[in-house]
């Protein structure tokens, strides 16, 4: 996979699944526009080379539409989306305030709608996008406490096959990745005892890492991934076959 002479935007791409696929996507070629908030990260990728960060808090609709007005004036042909941004809320229907709901809303899924409003009329010029947005087993499957989350997940898995049917043909392919278990930010709160149970969800007896879970999403943002328009990609480690 050669990515030479192709800009790709990766939000949330400071930590975690994000940070790796920018890594990735930067040793094969491409020119990475990161967004996210951690700046000191930031500067650490922009001395690789080829990448330049943009703070951005992607709850906020004009810290959006900001950076999006900033990157297209810089980088007018935008090839590759990665919608990785996203948080983790526990709570139910119950527990959760309505400003909580609201936030990971706007978080995990307003932030894909804003970003691909901007983008996509970039792409649509060129004839050419790969727009790859990140959801979750939990969007698949029923998750016990993480109502608000599953709920913005399985609205992720719909808004992907929604866009991949609209702009297919026009040479955009948006598809919609869903990993399991992996080891972010993200899980630093959660106790190692509990961590060990939770692998135990997984026939493969181990939650993922970061590099593995990115290395699919350079996949599908490659050549190798021509055919592929709206599909729900599972990398969960057989979380979803029991």
């Known amino acids: 996979m050669n990515f030479q002479n192709r ?79 996203g948080m983790s809320l526990d709570g139910t229907v119950e527990s959760l305030t309505l400003e909580e709901w609201n936030r990971i809303f706007a978080v995990n899924v307003t932030s894909i709608y804003l970003m691909s409003k901007y983008i996509v009329p970039a792409m649509r010029k060129n004839g050419y996008g790969r727009i790859i947005n990140i959801g979750s087993t939990a969007g698949t499957v029923g998750a016990w406490g993480l109502h608000a989350y599953s709920a913005t997940k399985g609205a992720v898995i719909q808004l992907s096959k929604s866009m991949a049917a609209e702009y297919a043909k026009e040479g955009i392919l948006v598809n919609c990745l869903c990993p399991g278990g992996t080891m972010t930010p993200l899980m630093e709160g959660i106790g190692a005892n509990d961590l060990d149970d939770f692998a135990k969800l997984f026939p493969i007896g181990r939650l993922a890492q970061p590099d593995e879970i990115a290395r699919t999403i350079v996949f599908l943002a490659s050549e190798e991934a021509s055919f592929m328009a709206g599909s729900t990609v599972l990398v969960d480690g057989g979380f979803t076959c029991i």
Do not use: M, W
């Not at 080829?50 to 959006?64: G, L, T, W």
């Not at 900033?70 to 590759?80: Q, S």
């Open 7 to 85: 800009t790709a935007i990766v939000t949330g791409g400071t930590s975690g699944i994000g940070e790796s696929t920018v890594r990735q996507l930067l040793e094969k070629g491409a020119t990475v526009l990161v967004l996210g908030r951690n700046a000191e990260k930031g500067k650490q990728l922009e001395a690789l080379g080829n990448c330049k960060f943009y703070s951005c808090d992607v709850a906020d609709p004009a810290s959006i539409e900001s950076v999006c007005s900033k990157i297209l004036e810089a980088h007018p042909t935008i090839d590759i989306l990665v919608n990785n941004a």
